[in-house]
C-alpha cells in the first residue's frame, strides 16, 4: 500500500502560482502514469494533468499552457506548477496513480486527499 498526500494548495490572487506536492509514501516508479484532477464545489472530479513514467505530459485545454506537471522518481513526489491563475481554477486538487500487478492480474487505484486552491479575483 502507498499513500498520496497533496499539499501547497491556499488562497492565492488572480494571476498568481501556486505550486503542488503530491508525497508518496513509498516508490513511484511503481506507477506508469500519474495525473492530477480537480473537482469545483459541486461539480466532478475531472482530470488535467497527466505524466509517464518517463516523462511525457498531457494537459486539458483549460491548463494547458499554464500548468506543468512534473514528477521525482528519486524524492517520490509529484508536482504540479500552476501559474496564471484564475478564479475559475478554484477547487480541490487530488493526485491519482493506478498500480498494475501482473501477477495478481489486478491494478491498485491510489488517491491523495486533496488540497483546496482558491483563486482571488
Known amino acids: 500500500q502507498v499513500q498520496l498526500v497533496e499539499s501547497g494548495g491556499g488562497l492565492v490572487q488572480a494571476g498568481g502560482s501556486l505550486r503542488l506536492s503530491c508525497a508518496a509514501s513509498?516508490?513511484?516508479?511503481?506507477?506508469?502514469?500519474m495525473t492530477w484532477y480537480r473537482q469545483p464545489a459541486g461539480k466532478q472530479r475531472y482530470l488535467i494533468a497527466g505524466i509517464t513514467r518517463g516523462g511525457t505530459t498531457n494537459y486539458a485545454d483549460s491548463v494547458k499552457g499554464r500548468f506543468t506537471i512534473s514528477r521525482d522518481n528519486v524524492k517520490n513526489i509529484l508536482y504540479l506548477q500552476m501559474d496564471g491563475l484564475k478564479p475559475e481554477d478554484t477547487a480541490v486538487y487530488y493526485c491519482?496513480?493506478?498500480?498494475?500487478?501482473?501477477?495478481?492480474?489486478?491494478?491498485?487505484?491510489?488517491w491523495g486527499q486533496g488540497t483546496q486552491v482558491t483563486v482571488s479575483s
Open positions: 491519482y496513480a493506478n498500480e498494475r500487478v501482473a501477477a495478481l492480474g489486478s491494478s491498485f487505484d491510489y
Open positions: 513509498g516508490s513511484i516508479s511503481r506507477f506508469g502514469a
